[in-house]
Structures are given as C-alpha cells and as structure tokens.
DNA sequence: CGTCATTGTCAGCGATCAATAACAATGCGA
DNA sequence: TCGCATTGTTATTGATCGCTGACAATGACG
C-alpha cells in the first residue's frame, strides 16, 4: 500500500488500532499524546509532527518502507541498522590527524 | 529500506535531492517552504509537519509504503486508488432514504 | 429504551513551528 | 589561493500545534 498523504495514515492508523481492539485513548496513552491528537491523526491531519506519526506507526507494528537504496554512506547505514564498515575503516587508517 | 525515525527521512531526502543535483534552495521553493526548512529537515527534525515531508517525498520521487492490507474498507479504498466498489453498490441500492 | 463506553467537537492557553533576514562555515572549481 | 555557490547557524516573530477540560454525538448491549 502506497502512501502520499496525511488521510491515508490516519485511515491506516484507524485500521491497524481497531484491528488490535484499542481505544483511542489507550493508543493515545501508549504514545505519551492527548486523545484529541490521535482524533485529528485518523482525521488525515496534515500537520501532525513526523516524530509523532512515526511513533504511532512503530507502536502499531506498522513498517513503513521505501524501495530505494540511497547512494550517500550515511543514509545507507541508517537502512542497514547502523553499522557502517566503510566509515570504521576510514576513520580508523587515517593517521596523523591532530 | 525500513524507515522508522525522522533521522532515517532526512538522510533519505538529502541523498535523493543530490541525487538530482538540486540545492536545498530548488527543492525548498519546489514545495513551498523555506531553506531552512529543508536544512532542518535533513538534519532529521523530528517535528516537521507530516504533510510537508511527504510532499517532499512526493516531490523527489520516493514512494512511502506499507506492507498491509487493511481490513477497514475506507483504508483499502484510499490504498486503491479510490474505487470503492462495495460501497458504490451499499451507496445506490439502497432505497427509500429520504 | 436506558446506560455506559467510545468517539467527535469546541474553546482557551502555553509551547513551538516555519518564515525572514543576516551572517558564518564549507565546498569546489578556476 | 581566490571567488562564488551552497550549506549551516542564530535571532526574531506571527501563526499554530498539542494540551486540558467540558460537552455532544455515536455505538454497543442488555
């Protein structure tokens, strides 16, 4: 499933926490937001805080994806948990660096 | 590639915008916001507004998804497209409503 | 129907987002 | 190295987020 906008996370939130028999309340709870926010969420709000959204999603076992591979290391090392070979090798082989 | 926080998008948005040789400027101006909000958001600013990244993402070109059928038939719809044939059908046989 | 749980809506308020502007830092080719 | 483009940082400010609290609407069940 293709997400582009705010109202389609709130649908999916609503699904996935009626699937799980939660209130809306308790969803709110586990999250550490108000009620009104996870409201406004299953509304399609649009200006609901990324950090936020990301949170419910996780606590829903929601994974959200891209099929992409970036290019830059840093980026790389972020999709592949953390840990970056290259950047060890490098940091560690460059001498002489006061 | 699993996207779970803020940090995880920023690196993401910074590695496909170089990917098209856009300043931060270009893309900014492409969605309506400031330079400094993209700085900020490649720096993994946890509080940006879920409507301006995915218009981001939009934007550069990276399809958001999530591998789940939900069960909510509103949620289907919205991942499909937007034809909603069972409700069509409930929608326009049922008669005498006033 | 009556009751209770859940969800939706509104008002008011402190905290903070995103914008603008100015400037510093970095990078990169000539 | 110099000069320019790009990126990063800071301060300020109007707009608005997310919160609390209260109440209405909806739904489920006896």
Redesign the interface.
């Known amino acids: ?9 709130g ?2 939130v ?3 926490r ?2 799980r028999r939660w209130t809306q309340d308790a969803l709110a709870q586990r999250l550490g937001v108000s009620r009104l926010w996870v409201v406004q969420l299953e509304q399609g ?7 936020l ?2 949170r419910a ?2 606590e829903l076992d ?11 290391p ?2 790389r090392v ?2 592949s948990g953390g840990i970056d070979l290259d950047n060890i090798i490098r940091e560690t082989s460059t001498p002489y660096r006061a």
Chains 1, 2 share one sequence.
């Open positions: 499933m293709l997400i582009k906008t705010p109202k389609e996370i649908l999916l609503r699904d996935r009626k699937a709000k649009s200006t609901a805080q990324i950090g959204v990301l999603l996780n929601v994974p959200m994806q891209v099929d992409i591979t970036p290019k830059d840093a980026a972020a999709a």
